[in-house]
C-alpha cells in the first residue's frame, strides 16, 4: 500500500472517529436540553439531520423537541416559524396538560 492511501486510511479513520465523538457528545439529553433552546431552527434541523444521517431517529427527534421549546412565532432571528417545530412545541405543552 502506498504512503498515500495509508495517510488518507489514517485520516478517515481520524474522521470517523470524531464524528462518533461528536455524535456521542451531542446526542445527550441533558446537553440538548441546555443547548436546544439557544439553536436557530437551521442549527437545530442540521443536527438532527446528521443523526438521522447515523440512523439515530431518537436522538434527532429529541434535537427538534430539545429546540422547540424556545421557539416562538415571529422570532427575531427569521427562522423561528418553522412550522414542524412550533408543532411539536404544541403537543409538548398539551402533554404536559395532560399530566
Known sequence: MSDTHCKAGAAAARQAEALSEFLNQFGDGMLLDDIGPHLTCDNANSLAELFRAYGDEDTAAYVIK?????DEEGEGDGDG???????VKAQMIAEQGKR
Open 66 to 70: 430539545a429546540h422547540a421549546w424556545g
Open 81 to 87: 416559524d418553522d412550522p414542524e417545530h412550533l408543532k
